[in-house]
């Protein structure tokens, strides 16, 4: 069964960075499309950055774009989102997910597909 767990949140100051990980057990990271997703209180969960399985593709919301950049490491069998810029707006738990190779194909950013999914790590954005 996959497993999957995000780490790397915190409290940052707009400007800042993090780098968030989602590490994965139980199968190879690399046959998954990979997402990550957002959920800031009292919004709708929202897709971030996903990359496709081999890493083909990537793709990223608008609001993210030339601020974040998401990569995998097939060794360790983990995807990272690396967030720079960060903006009180980027507040948010942020949840990584996994899903079959063609999902953006399918889905794009439509994460009530997804079935796998971590517990989420909580990014806050404040002076």
């Known amino acids: 069964q996959l497993q999957l767990v995000e780490s790397g949140g915190g409290l940052v100051q707009p400007g800042g960075s993090l780098t968030l990980s989602c590490a994965a057990s139980?199968?190879?990271?690399?046959?998954?499309?990979i997402g990550w997703f957002r959920q800031a209180p009292g919004k709708e969960r929202e897709g971030v950055s996903c990359?496709?399985?081999?890493?083909?593709?990537?793709n990223y919301a608008d609001s993210v774009k030339g601020r974040f950049t998401i990569s995998r490491d097939n060794a360790k069998n983990t995807v990272y989102l690396q967030m720079t810029s960060l903006k009180p707006e980027d507040t948010a738990v942020y949840y990584c997910?996994?899903?079959?190779?063609?999902?953006?194909?399918?889905?794009?950013?439509?994460?009530?597909?997804?079935?796998?999914w971590g517990q989420g790590t909580l990014v806050t954005v404040s002076s």
């Open positions: 139980g199968f190879p990271l690399d046959y998954y499309y």
């Open positions: 990359i496709t399985h081999g890493g083909r593709a990537v």
């Open positions: 997910a996994a899903g079959p190779p063609n999902y953006y194909n399918d889905y794009g950013f439509d994460y009530r597909y997804l079935e796998d």
